[in-house]
């Protein structure tokens, strides 16, 4: 894996809904580790599995740098949200595109570590809009489609950019 796997928009996979994990293995371990590269290496604060193709419900984020705020969650559930807050947003499988959203203020996040433990996280500012925005690429869903509808007019020329460079990359896949 390199972080050239990172999936970008319109990549069909990443519209599919996660499937839980029924077991934290060395595998699994692993590759949330090898996750946590990809994201530093494309200077990314979070990554979900499924955009680097992996379907399962387990992301990786730290918004500070330092390797001891890493965070790994599997199979996460949000068991609360308070407040309401709105910043802009990034996306490392949308490039060059960012986007106003709103998203609850704090939450309690529940969830298994890689070290097979049961925790409840509770996370503000930042890092709630971090959980949340790697937990929608669990259910499949991206920012941009929680953004103004009047903002994503705006982003139309964008999106389509991205949609023309993931169809040539495709075309010259099949042609090899």
């Not at 699994?28 to 580790?33: H, V």
């Not at 992996?54 to 918004?63: A, D, S, T």
């Not at 609360?80 to 996306?91: A, F, L, Y």
């Amino acid at each position: 894996m390199d972080k050239s796997e990172v999936l970008k928009f319109p990549d069909p996979r990443l519209r599919r809904i996660a499937e839980k994990v029924s077991e934290v293995t060395p595998e699994i371990r692993a590759r949330a580790e090898h996750m946590f590269e990809i994201m530093k290496d494309d200077k990314g604060i979070g990554l979900a599995a499924p955009q680097i193709g992996w379907n399962v419900r387990l992301f990786v984020m730290n918004v500070t740098g330092e390797a001891e705020d890493n965070l790994a969650l599997i199979n996460p559930v949000i068991a609360n949200k308070d407040g309401r807050c709105t910043m802009e947003e990034g996306c490392l499988s949308l490039p060059g595109i960012y986007a106003k959203v709103v998203r609850p203020e704090k939450i309690v996040i529940e969830g298994t570590t890689l070290d097979g433990e049961e925790v409840a996280v509770e996370a503000e500012g930042l890092n709630a809009r971090c959980i949340l925005h790697e937990y929608d690429h669990l259910d499949g869903i991206l920012f941009i489609d929680k953004v103004a509808p009047a903002k994503k007019r705006t982003l139309k020329k964008k999106l389509k950019k991205l949609e023309e460079i993931y169809k040539e990359q495709k075309r010259s896949v099949a042609a090899k």
